[in-house]
């Protein structure tokens, strides 16, 4: 079953939410951005990983672990005094030590805090769909009992991903596109089942994933935009923009998924105004 949507309608859907939260939008777009690396400055576009954050952090760190391996065995191979050499490859040591370290708290900074945050933009932007909402939301997942389960699923998501793109590039763009509604889903029922969350992304994107490449591939004038003012329109249009109209496609897929039977309105109760009343 394939839903009956298109980018232009989506588009102008997700312009009419922001006129009416757009200050707040922007704000969310770009905490978001910083803390999941995902943010698109000048020369780059919406979810290509920038030198900011936790990613800044594990390149860093992992050019610092490079840097200290070869002063660890170049001291080893100068016939120098032996106090020196030792004391070059206690420096050495230290410098390894400080590298691993801040891969480890990048890695760590990504799975416990820029995931959370994604999801509770994702939230931000659903729920601004239906009713005024504030900043807040995008801390939605810290303050869920279920927060270890949303860390668990986007972690689990982020590896698949992985694994798949290291077989060929094509396998792991399709399943970045099946996965793609994970966010959301935990961002309206972070209760669910692991297992439970990738079938029902896995359907919600049956037979959708090339008109979704077809409607990112729609958005690269403004990519151009952003790089031609080095990343000013980004942030002020292009990152909410985008994630407003994301939205728009959720709702529409989510509509799909309960037309069909597949999931129902206590599976997925909605957000805001559209959270049935029990």
Known sequence: MKAMWNRID?????????????????????????????????SS???????????????????????????????????????????????????????????????AFGVLVGNPIQVGSSRFFMQARETSTGIGEVFYAFRQKEFWNVVLIMFVMNVKIFLWGLLFVIPGIVKSYEYKMIPYILAENP??????????SRE????????????????????????????????????????ATEAELYAVLRQKVQDSGF???????GFGADQPIF
Do not use: H
């Open 191 to 200: 209760g669910l089942s692991m297992s439970r969350v990738f079938e029902l």
């Open 10 to 42: 989506l588009k102008e859907r997700a312009k009419n939410v922001l006129r009416g939260c757009f200050w707040s939008a922007v704000v969310v777009a770009l905490i978001t951005g910083i803390l999941t690396g995902s943010f698109s400055g000048g």
């Open 204 to 243: 919600m994107t049956m037979n959708e994933k090339m008109d979704m490449f077809v409607l990112n591939l729609s958005f690269i004038p403004w990519f151009i935009l952003s790089a031609c003012t080095c990343g000013l329109a980004g942030i002020f249009w292009v990152n909410p923009y985008m994630s």
């Open 263 to 269: 999931s129902d309105r206590y599976e997925l109760p």
């Open 45 to 107: 576009g919406r979810g290509q990983v920038q030198e900011t954050t936790y990613n800044s952090i594990q390149d860093n760190g992992g050019n610092m672990v490079g840097s200290a391996t070869d002063l660890i065995f170049e001291n080893a191979r100068q016939p120098q005094n032996i106090l020196a050499r030792i004391a070059g490859m206690g420096f050495g040591v230290v410098i390894l030590g400080i590298g691993v370290t801040m891969v480890l708290f990048g890695f």
